[in-house]
């Protein structure tokens, strides 16, 4: 039998540190009015979660669910790796039941870093061969998250050369006002170029006059130092 929740709970419990759990309150903006607002943290290290989730594989979707559902941020952020480590060693039956689970408990990937440790390992996976429509129902969403979880889901579908998608993406939300999606759509740009940087310089020539700064600088973060002022510059 697996463990369960609230074991798994008890355990990063055991590790939390009150120095690091108030650092990071500040880092990931939990005040009154902040993106993070309200997030309740333990102080655990990420090294400390991941060591604990390679313990916790047979554990079950329906407890691996309701470890999402804490109100606690590292709890959840375990609760993500450990979906997307099991999916990787998934069948396609168990695949659509964690991408499913995770579409349906967006409310709790929500925070950056839970985002980001998860979306391009389960929903960018999942959605490689099959219809792109889910990610831009997602990038229409009221809610930040769900609109980062499409732009990262894409990082996917980038490192293996499939590039449309991500870029008509970006393209949704060039007018957001969201800095945290200007970020994470930066940094696909970048990754784009990493890949194929005449298709990156190909949509920042259509672009850039009008690109959100905070997305530009991600974007052309490893360009040489010319190249980059030439589109901060203009």
């Known amino acids: ?134 990610l831009f129902k997602l990038i229409k969403s009221k809610h930040l998250w769900e609109r980062r979880i499409a732009i990262i889901a894409t990082f996917y579908f980038i490192k293996r050369q499939q590039f449309e998608t991500a870029l008509t993406l970006v393209e949704h939300i060039l007018n957001h006002d969201e800095d945290l999606i200007h970020k994470a759509s930066g940094w696909m740009l970048r990754e784009i170029g990493n890949q194929d940087l005449s298709r990156e310089e190909a949509f920042l020539n259509k672009h850039y006059q009008i690109m959100p700064r905070a997305m530009l600088r991600y974007a052309i973060e490893k360009f040489p130092q010319s190249r980059r002022l030439h589109y901060l510059q203009k």
């Open 1 to 134: 039998m697996g463990i369960s929740a609230k074991q798994a709970v008890s355990a990063l419990q055991e590790k939390a540190d009150i120095n690091i759990a108030s650092h990071s309150s500040r880092f990931f903006k939990t005040a009154e009015g902040e993106y993070g607002e309200g997030d309740i943290f333990l102080g655990v290290r990420v090294p400390v979660i991941r060591g604990f989730v390679k313990q916790w594989m047979t554990m079950s979707l329906v407890q691996n669910e309701v470890l999402l559902h804490s109100p606690f941020h590292e709890v959840r952020l375990a609760a993500v790796i450990l979906l997307s480590e099991k999916f990787k060693r998934a069948d396609s039956e168990l695949q659509l039941a964690i991408y499913q689970l995770y579409l349906k408990n967006t409310a709790y990937v929500n925070n950056w870093d839970i985002v980001d440790s998860s979306a391009h390992k389960i929903v960018g996976p999942y959605l490689l061969d099959k219809d792109h429509l889910p």
